[in-house]
């Protein structure tokens, strides 16, 4: 038999799916990567820094080993490449007060810094299975993306401030969504809750090189000093280290999003915000994921997109929705379907007086839809993004 040529019918390539999900949660391993551009002189004092660091580092739960190499070209660019067992516990310890504690001594030797987080999908000489435990070592398959980076930041401000707060934040002039020719920002949604601010923003691109480029705005700086009163947390825009300081504790990193179908111009965006109990809002936001992985299948679900932010017990959920909130089953907005998960993982109950613990009927879950929404501030798109 010889071998024959494909029909001419057949495409070349494969159409992609518009599903999109990307996630923390898929269990495989992580290698973090962070550059670092050390001061001229300084790499004796961030050597030792670094030292005394890495001895702390070891003892995280989830560390698996760290390397540190120094450029043979310029001196003064190391690279720091570090391996664990997942994300969660990387973010977990990332996000945490510990190492905000831990990377101090490296501040004053440290010109700039960039992180860069990856799973590892495959790797010389090992399967993606473990054979022995059964447990998965490294990604099973890539995932498909959508070309577009999202973040958030979080901080609060005083309490019965948050009206003047959120007059201010509404009235800005948008800055050029140009960044450079590679990056672009693509949408900036505002929200509040109480006295908690949410700032999630869509890039494609370059992230870092986003948040430097709308951080030297003239407009967006000016607002930035408007709310300094007001913040429970105080900064000074004008000293580096404080700054840096502050947004590294407003960092909500998104650790989970699906997207299910084409973008609906008409889509609602809302943002819910979840009451996780202490030390249960990494185990809320795995849960959450995994409904929403699950809704995404499903045809009768409202929700075209879903974007999960956590960091320590702060949990949010960034939804595109068909139609308002006040339509529909709640639970396909809520995401908790299950009555024991909602008591253990998060205080809705408390909220809620006459709640049934073992089986919140439609009004109980309506009623936390209610507590969990969050206020819009404001919500722009750049043009042609």
Same mark, same amino acid.
């Given at each position: 038999m010889t071998a024959t040529s494909a029909p001419s019918s057949q495409p070349l390539t494969r159409q992609v799916s518009p599903r999109v999900s990307q996630s923390v949660f898929d269990g495989s391993r992580l290698r973090v990567v962070l550059l670092v551009d050390v001061y001229d002189g300084a790499q004796q004092q961030f050597l030792e820094a670094y030292e005394q660091l890495c001895n702390q580092v070891a003892s995280v739960p989830g560390h698996v080993s760290d390397q540190l190499c120094q450029s043979i070209e310029n001196p003064s660019q190391w690279l720091i490449t570090s391996e664990w067992e997942s994300a969660p516990p990387f973010?977990?310890?990332?996000? &945490?007060?510990?190492?905000?504690?831990?990377?101090?001594?490296?501040?004053? +030797? *440290?010109?700039? !810094?960039?992180s860069l987080r990856f799973n590892v999908v495959r790797e010389t000489g090992g399967p993606a299975t473990d054979t022995t435990s059964g447990k998965r070592r490294l990604q099973v398959s890539p995932r498909i993306g959508d070309g577009v980076?999202?973040?958030? =930041?979080?901080?609060? *401000?005083?309490?019965?401030?948050? /009206? !003047?707060?959120?007059?201010? =934040?509404? $009235?800005?002039?948008?800055?050029?969504?140009k960044v450079d020719d590679n990056t672009r920002l693509c949408r900036t949604s505002l929200f509040m809750h109480g006295n908690r601010v949410v700032r999630a923003i869509e890039v494609r691109g370059d992230l870092l090189a986003a948040l430097r480029h709308v951080a030297r705005q003239p407009e967006v700086r000016a607002v930035e000093e408007a709310i300094n009163p007001y913040l429970e947390q105080d900064r000074d825009l004008d000293n580096p280290e404080s700054a840096r300081v502050f947004f590294t504790r407003a960092a909500l990193p998104? *650790?989970?999003?699906?997207?299910?179908?084409?973008?609906?111009?008409? /889509?609602?965006?809302?943002?819910?915000?979840?009451?996780?109990?202490? %030390? +249960?809002?990494?185990? @809320?936001a795995q849960v959450l994921a995994q409904q929403d992985e699950a809704a995404? $299948? $499903?045809?009768? &679900?409202?929700? @075209?997109?879903?974007?999960? #932010?956590?960091r320590d017990d702060v949990v949010v959920r960034l939804i595109d929705v068909r139609g308002g909130l006040d339509a529909g089953d709640p639970v396909l907005f809520l995401g908790?379907?299950?009555? %024991?998960?909602?008591?253990?993982? !998060?205080? #809705? =109950?408390?909220? /809620?007086? %006459?709640?049934?613990?073992?089986?919140?009927?439609? %009004?109980?879950?309506?009623? #936390? @839809?209610?507590?969990?929404?969050?206020?819009?501030?404001t919500d722009r798109r750049s043009p042609d993004a």
């Open positions: 973010l977990a310890w990332v996000n &945490s007060e510990e190492h905000v504690r831990m990377v101090e001594p490296l501040h004053s +030797c *440290v010109r700039d !810094t960039r980076i999202r973040h958030a =930041l979080t901080f609060t *401000v005083k309490p019965g401030s948050e /009206a !003047t707060v959120a007059g201010i =934040l509404a $009235d800005y002039a948008s800055p050029d969504p998104a *650790v989970h999003h699906v997207t299910a179908e084409e973008e609906d111009p008409a /889509a609602e965006r809302h943002a819910l915000h979840y009451p996780a109990r202490p %030390g +249960c809002g990494m185990q @809320l995404a $299948d $499903d045809p009768r &679900s409202p929700v @075209l997109r879903s974007t999960i #932010f956590q908790l379907p299950d009555p %024991g998960q909602v008591a253990e993982l !998060t205080t #809705f =109950l408390e909220g /809620a007086a %006459g709640a049934n613990t073992s089986a919140p009927d439609e %009004g109980d879950l309506r009623h #936390f @839809l209610k507590l969990a929404r969050m206020e819009p501030v």
